[in-house]
């Protein structure tokens, strides 16, 4: 019997290049420090890494702005230094998957220039959303950035050109086929450099429609996109549907050309996953249709509170939205873009949370950090770099937080990170917190993930759908505890602030935080913890 791909049930583990390890003291992560932590990697347990972009870039919004998608930047090292640390991590059978960046590049990559130079009404142009001004000089629409300010920037000879993001990242046009065709180029070089699969960045994006038309509320929908900004769900959920840029029907096309160029690679098992923020939910599923990308985040728990009633329907909705498709749903408590979750929502919560989604079918992402605990970093307005900060005036803090570096070693700042200082200040408060003191603690965060993942892979992975325990304890809906069963487990989260007694069956394999007493054949779980029950 063939078994079953490698990314079907896949946990993946999101680096952050800059913020990982720094080799050589200039006070960045590398891809050298990756590789030389790889060990570390392995003994987690995860099965793939996920790199954040190290490509040649001006580093504006931290490498999503990629002036040449087919190079290292020197921060990060050379092309020598990504095949050695592929051909390191697959020594220790863990996968790589790049992270690629199609719907803009940076104004720095060399079509850019030479649009600037070739002038309006040129092929160059073409590449990108080129548009005269209106004839009051205004934008050619009122779109705002997902970072703040205009989607607009003015050039020279009065053209604007078109930016979801900051103005350092022109939109491509996807109506034109050099584009695909470069990009074809680029999945191309990476797979045969060796690695295993793509994250797709803002995949839903590609594809414009309309674009010289106004939208009603520019502002409202702005807000809307962004996480840090609360609004009413219903509010949020209508404007959210009026999206002139996302999600549009031809981004689908490519995917499905993509698909074929993965394909053609067969044994190799080439992966790809979507970063789609799309509305409603359901549309999520069209990424993952069989002729297309093999997953798509989902990035609701990002932002659930910690609740039963929304965490029930976040993981009822995903995993039956998925299975009308025949695919997988994959889980991601955290990441480069979102508030760190033991910030988020409390450090034993998010201990809970974890274990709770660790024993979920599907792919579960661990952003790099999230395994020790780490909260936010806490930042002067000075330490800011993410461009959300300087568009807003300062208004909106950006995502720097969780772009802290880890703390490896040691009892004082940087934790054995960097020899020099590192780009983003770590805090001595994190003295308990690196992988070193970690290690050394059999209670710590960092031996709940590895003990978990370890058994995730004994009796989880493969073992089927799961079924919501509801009794009158196990109650699954407005109460204290979530529970499930898959395969011989029993997983019973208690959200509550105080003890609860369950009546699960089996064994005690793992609790995410205090201990598990029995009580009258009942068991009794801790408050803001998860326990796992072997039958
Ligand atoms: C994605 C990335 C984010 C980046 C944006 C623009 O959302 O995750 O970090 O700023 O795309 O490329
Ligand atoms: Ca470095």
Redesign the pocket.
């Known amino acids: 019997m063939k078994s079953a791909p490698w990314w079907k049930e896949a946990t993946i583990y999101q680096i952050y290049p800059r913020s990982f390890f720094d080799s050589n003291g200039d006070g960045e992560g590398d891809l050298p420090g990756v590789t030389s932590q790889l060990d570390y990697v392995k003994n987690l347990g995860v099965d793939a890494i996920w790199l954040s972009p190290f490509y040649t870039s001006p580093n504006k919004?931290?490498g999503?702005?990629v002036a040449n998608p087919r190079d290292v930047d020197p921060r990060f090292g050379n092309l020598d230094d990504a095949k050695e640390l592929i051909a390191q991590a697959h020594k220790r059978n863990l996968r790589v998957i790049a992270d690629i960046?199609p719907?803009?590049f940076s104004d720095q990559h060399e079509w850019f220039q030479a649009a600037l130079k070739a002038g309006r009404g040129s092929k160059e142009r073409e590449r990108f959303h080129f548009y005269d001004a209106n004839p009051d000089g205004t934008t050619p629409n009122n779109w705002i950035s997902l970072f703040g300010g205009p989607s607009w920037t003015q050039v020279a000879d009065g053209q604007f050109y078109l930016h979801l993001?900051d103005s350092s990242?022109p939109d491509l046009n996807w109506e034109n086929p050099e584009v695909n065709a470069d990009f074809e180029k680029t999945l191309r070089f990476w797979i045969d450099l060796g690695v295993d699969g793509f994250r797709i960045?803002?995949a839903h994006g590609l594809v414009k429609e309309d674009v010289l038309t106004n939208h009603p509320d520019p502002q409202g929908l702005s807000d809307a996109l962004r996480l840090d900004v609360a609004m009413d769900s219903e509010v949020r959920n209508a404007l959210l549907l009026t999206v002139p840029y996302f999600d549009r029907q031809g981004v689908h096309e490519i995917y499905r050309k993509w698909r074929k160029l993965f394909d053609s690679y067969g044994q190799r098992e080439i992966m790809a996953v979507a970063?789609a923020w799309v509305h409603p939910p359901v549309n999520a599923t069209r990424y993952v249709r069989a002729d297309e990308l093999h997953q798509v985040f989902n990035f609701d728990l990002l932002t659930a509170e910690f609740d039963s009633n929304v965490l029930f329907d976040v993981v009822e909705r995903s995993i039956s939205l998925n299975a009308t498709v025949n695919a997988l749903p994959t889980w991601a408590l955290s990441?480069?873009?979102s508030p760190r979750v033991a910030s988020r929502i409390g450090e034993e919560q998010a201990r809970a949370l974890a274990l709770f989604v660790f024993g979920l079918p599907g792919s579960t992402y661990i952003f790099a950090g999230q395994e020790l605990g780490l909260p936010d970093g806490q930042l002067q307005d000075s330490d800011r770099q993410d461009p959300t900060f300087f568009r807003t005036n300062g208004q909106i803090k950006g995502?720097d937080g969780a772009r802290v570096p880890l703390p490896w070693s040691g009892d004082t700042t940087p934790f054995g990170f960097s020899t020099g200082k590192p780009w983003l200040p770590i805090s001595q408060s994190w003295k308990d917190l690196t992988v070193e003191s970690e290690l050394a603690n059999p209670k710590s965060s960092l031996h709940l993930y590895r003990n978990a993942l370890e058994l995730r892979k004994e009796f989880l992975v493969g073992a089927g759908g799961i079924t919501w325990l509801e009794s009158s304890q196990h109650g699954h809906k407005g109460d204290s505890l979530l529970s499930y069963s898959r395969g011989a487990i029993t997983v019973v989260m208690n959200l509550s602030d105080s003890a609860v007694e369950c009546d699960a069956d089996g064994r005690l394999l793992i609790v995410s935080g205090g201990t598990v007493d029995a009580r009258d054949g009942k068991k009794v779980i801790p408050a803001r913890s998860t326990a796992w029950f072997l039958a």
């Open positions: 919004d931290g999503y702005d960046v719907n803009h993001f990242q960045d803002v970063e990441n480069h873009d995502r």
